[in-house]
T-cell receptor, first 116, second 116 residues
């Protein structure tokens, strides 16, 4: 059973450019989450999918951010017109919601974004 | 709003000794889950241990155990027989229920350094 994978692992871009990150969850996990982590801080929730439906979005997710999970498997997070304040580690997590389960989230290695 | 507080920014411990990391949280929910995650330097977040609030028994995973005090809203992590590989940032997290799912609310983290 492979873990959560994320690509790319590192991305350096110039301010104003668009970037897209990909997350592949653990197979058969029906829930997928995106978090953002700045240096020395804990992750902050961005958005959540159950299957292909995006059910929750944080106020941190400005209109420059968009996330999709088109077939309920992998997900993409796009940032348009990047700003220096977008520089952070973007973490993806997945979980399998069972009827009596605890819905534990398992994290990927993250994509580190640097906006110059 | 749920908040998670980790009051110790940094801790050090000698190899083979025991260390306790503190965490307090605030919630009005009665049934919830708490987690400790470990994030080694430049490596991905790993689940260490989880606790279900309705279980009075403290969770244990090998050298890791928790002291869960529900009334005090305290959830500390004890690491016994510390090893060099335990050096990492440790995050306490509370699982907040959303309408159709959950999200994790993290503390700011505690850097643990195990010294030889």
């Amino acid at each position: 059973d492979t873990g959560v994978s994320q690509n790319p692992r590192h991305k350096i871009t110039k301010r104003g450019q668009n970037v897209t990150f990909r997350c592949d969850p653990i197979s058969e996990h029906n829930r997928l989450y995106w978090y953002r982590q700045t240096l020395g801080q804990g992750p902050e929730f961005l958005t959540y999918f159950q299957n292909e439906a995006q059910l929750e979005k944080s106020r941190l997710l400005s209109d420059r951010f968009s996330a999709e999970r088109p077939k309920g498997s992998f997900s993409t997070l796009e940032i348009q017109r990047t700003e220096q304040g977008d520089s952070a580690m973007y973490l993806c997590a997945s979980s399998l919601r069972e009827l009596a389960g605890e819905d534990t989230q398992y994290f990927g290695p993250g994509t580190r974004l640097t906006v110059l | 709003a749920q908040t998670v507080t980790q009051s110790q920014p940094e801790m050090s411990v000698q190899e083979a000794e025991t260390v306790t990391l503190s965490c307090t949280y605030d919630t009005s929910e009665n049934n919830y889950y708490l987690f400790w995650y470990k994030q080694p330097p430049s490596r991905q977040m790993i689940l260490v241990i989880r606790q279900e609030a309705y279980k009075q028994q403290n969770a244990t995973e090998n050298r890791f155990s928790v002291n869960f005090q529900k009334a005090a809203k305290s959830f500390s992590l004890k690491i016994s027989d510390s090893q060099l590989g335990d050096t990492a940032m440790y995050f306490c997290a509370f699982m907040k229920h959303l309408g159709y799912g959950n999200k994790l609310v993290f503390g700011a983290g505690t850097i643990l350094r195990v010294k030889s």
